[in-house]
């Protein structure tokens, strides 16, 4: 594809590139001239004619992306220039009125690979056809795309389709972005893009993934301007995930209890401890982010400096990260007194160490653990609590490009089809929960 030489973002137009160093030409002499030369006015042989097609300084064959190509010949003229592209579209140009030169209205796509030919007389009024292969230069700036989950990975029925760019994302240039990314299912699912940010997009269906799902997510960003010297980064990427068990867990804070689903079926009950008044844990819907077997808890990364009665610097068992901003579900030894009938973490859910455990080697990334009962409410921007806590309407509004199908879809909230979530008899907890996260 050609694109103009003025800057505009978002129709895959090249912006203002900086200008090549210098140039060299591909000198072809004309080889229809025949043995015995004519004479000039002179009375000395014409000179021959010889067509010169300027490329890259250092690179023959090579034009550079951000300048329109020129072709020109001296000693003769030019009497057909057809530049074709790889994909068969030819690129328009001109003449100069003497026909000795000729330039194309448009400058390329990065790496474009076309072939010029060129039909040309020298002053003998020979005329001579030459065929030259060319491509275009590579842009200096990338955006690239970095698609997550993948490698074949088995997850949990809340992990997002994830991607990540390596620069912000314009905003009238979200559209096109989707147009070139890809989620295949299967069996198929209807879903749709929010923008996180201007670096980030995520997909997922309306409800938590059925077990079993296979998921493909590819990406082909080049040719894609950017402005500014941006484009979109050389070649198609493409990953793939699987969905595992439905592993869902509820931890109802009032009550100081996890109750723990596999596809549906409560198989385990574990005391907790979570969030002090001070410091009350996350509610809403969270996905197990990452997860490891030790890591070193330093409250003042959390705002507790050194000096602060409640600061700590513990070294922490079995930790299953739930926010971005430091919530775990972990092994909490010095807290299994409390676990059941008393809050006193800065924001955890505690465990005991063998039930924490038991559920760090159980857990998935992308595993469900929902939190209710608690006054603080989930962040719309902290990866743990992004993708689940609001409806389908407003998730489908932050895509730039949704399809009918999905606006179509009018579901509940996704938390209202976990095996376990509603009021218990005779506590109220549940429901304070629900109209809080609504």
């Keep these: 594809m050609w694109v103009q030489p003025q800057q505009k973002v978002g129709d895959m137009r090249t912006g203002r590139g900086a200008a090549v160093a210098g140039v060299v030409t591909l000198a072809v002499v004309a080889a229809g001239c025949s043995s015995s030369q004519q004479i000039g006015s002179s009375g000395h042989p014409n000179p021959p004619a010889a067509l010169h097609i300027v490329t890259a300084k250092h690179h023959a064959h090579r034009v550079a992306f951000d300048k329109p190509l020129r072709v020109h010949v001296r000693h003769g003229a030019l009497t057909a220039v057809t530049v074709r592209e ?12 003497r026909h000795t030169a000729w330039r194309s209205r448009t400058t390329f796509i990065p790496l474009t690979k076309m072939v010029a030919t060129v039909n040309y007389l020298d002053l003998d009024h020979k005329s001579a056809t030459r065929q030259v292969p060319l491509r275009a230069t590579d842009a200096k700036t990338h955006l690239s795309a970095l698609l997550s989950p993948g490698a074949g990975d088995t997850v949990g029925v809340g992990s997002p389709v994830a991607v990540s760019f390596s620069r912000p994302v314009p905003d009238a240039m979200r559209a096109a972005v989707e ?34 799902t296979h998921v493909t997510i590819s990406s082909d960003l080049q040719g894609l301007n950017f402005g500014d010297g941006v484009w979109g980064a050389n070649g198609h990427h493409s990953t793939s995930f699987k969905v595992g068990d439905a592993h869902v867990s509820e931890v ?20 907790v401890s979570a969030g002090r008044d001070q410091y009350p844990t996350m509610g809403g819907v969270h996905i197990a982010i990452d997860k490891a077997p030790k890591v070193i808890m330093d409250s003042a990364t959390v705002g507790i400096p050194k000096g602060n009665p409640d600061y700590y610097y513990e070294t922490v068992y079995w930790d299953v990260r739930i926010t971005d901003g ?26 005991s160490t063998t039930n924490a455990e038991w559920f760090y ?75 809080t996260h609504a």
């Design 86 to 97: 790889a994909d068969g579209t030819i690129v328009p140009g001109a003449f100069n009125p």
């Design 179 to 212: 147009r070139r990314l890809s989620v295949q299912t299967a069996p198929k699912v209807v879903g749709a893009w929010h923008w996180m940010s201007d670096q980030s997009v995520h997909w997922r269906p309306p409800a938590y993934w059925k077990t079993g």
């Design 252 to 271: 109802d804070v009032g009550q100081h209890v996890m109750r723990v689903y596999n596809n549906g079926t409560l198989i385990k009950t574990f005391p």
């Design 326 to 351: 430091g919530a775990f579900v972990h092994a909490a030894p010095w807290s299994v007194s409390d676990q059941g009938n008393t809050n006193v973490s800065h924001g955890c859910v505690n465990l």
């Design 361 to 435: 080697n159980w857990s998935l990334r992308g595993d469900i653990i929902d939190v209710y009962d608690t006054p603080r409410p989930p962040s719309p921007t902290d990866p743990g609590t992004a993708d689940w806590n609001m409806s389908w309407k407003q998730w489908v509004a932050g895509d730039a490009l949704p399809t009918a199908a999905a606006k179509r879809l009018h579901p509940p909230m996704p938390r209202d089809g976990e095996p376990g979530f509603g009021p218990a008899p005779k506590h109220q907890h549940h429901t304070h929960h629900h109209v």
